[in-house]
């Protein structure tokens, strides 16, 4: 993509109204299914793991690069349940991008969304749904940055950087720079080992959990 192009996408504006037939097709689709519920217990809830590549840290600026995501059912990490796009590979001009932001709301299928640091994480994509597609992007979000320190006291009691906890619980996370779908399985790893923590402090359904995520976040920034 080039340079005008990537500005485009950014600054595409109110694009809503000149989507194609097909992309408007699949929005409907998106909107009409049902939110699943989120009263079930962690295991029989499916949990999507984001994490997203930027070319800076302000989503009111920044552009936005790449978009993975990684499922987790069952308790179990699903390897044939992933999304990924390089949005700088896309035609920001066309409806390349508008097709693949709407194949990731298909893929999340409204499932509460997991990631490290919301502001980050859902700025960005917040700001792409609304520019690119028109969508109010507001899912139900947990905030692992502020989550692990709320049920692993002993292991960290303030925000640490994610490489805290990824030494922290012994995950391997090779060398170098890592990719957005490699962070999205380390995420998803720490995860599976927090609601087993979550769970034995009676915090044992997606609904306490984001929660928990809410109130974490609230009181450690008010105090």
């Not at 949005?87 to 066309?94: I, K, P, V």
């Amino acid at each position: 993509m080039t340079m005008l192009g990537l500005k485009k996408f950014l600054f595409r504006g109110s694009a809503s109204a000149n989507l194609p037939d097909d992309v408007r097709a699949s929005l409907d689709v998106w909107r009409a299914s049902p939110a699943p519920s989120l009263d079930d217990m962690h295991f029989h809830t499916r949990y999507v793991v984001v994490d997203i590549v930027s070319s800076g840290p302000n989503p009111d600026s920044d552009r936005l690069l790449g978009l993975a995501a990684s499922s987790i059912w069952k308790g179990a990490i699903q390897p044939d349940d992933t999304f990924y796009v390089d949005f700088s590979t896309l035609d920001g001009e066309g409806a390349a991008v508008d097709r693949q932001l709407t194949a990731f709301l298909l893929f999340a299928a409204k499932s509460p969304l997991v990631t490290y640091h919301i502001p980050y994480v859902g700025g960005f994509l917040q700001r792409a749904f609304k520019e690119r597609l028109g969508v109010d992007f507001q899912p139900q979000w947990v905030d692992l940055a502020w989550l692990l320190p709320s049920m692993f006291e002993d292991k960290g009691d303030s925000v640490m950087p994610l490489d805290h906890w990824i030494e922290v619980f012994g995950l391997d996370a090779g060398s170098g720079r890592r990719d957005a779908m490699a962070n999205t399985l380390l995420l998803a790893r720490i995860f599976q080992m927090m609601t087993v923590r979550a769970v034995g402090k009676q915090v044992d359904t997606a609904a306490h959990l984001i929660d928990e995520s809410r109130a974490s976040s609230f009181l450690r920034r008010n105090h």
